[in-house]
């Protein structure tokens, strides 16, 4: 394979459109602004994706908005720091009105869902 081809035919126009929707609605302003949260290369900060690059993007930025969770994306959509996986599991361990309450100290206001 030569410097600067990829393997497999390039996205869709529609797949192309739906991903930039979707990057809009997570809070990014373009493909490059999404590229470090994300992980993507310099290729598809560009905007150039495969077709299945772009299904499994779609499929990913779908999945964490119908569930509210973020893997790289939360970082760009809310200014929080990107919390590793044994932060986040040892957060689920504190019971919730600990938390509330610790957040309460710290001068934010916090309700119940």
Known sequence: MAFGEH???????????????????????????????????QRQAGGKFTRDEAGAFIAQLESEAESGESSGITSAVNPLVQRDSKQIAALKKIPSDVLAAELQERGWAVMEP
């Open 7 to 41: 393997k497999g035919p390039p996205a869709s126009h529609s797949q192309l459109k739906q991903l930039t929707e979707l990057l809009l609605a997570a809070g990014h302003t373009d493909f490059r602004d999404a590229r470090g949260p994300l992980g993507l290369n």
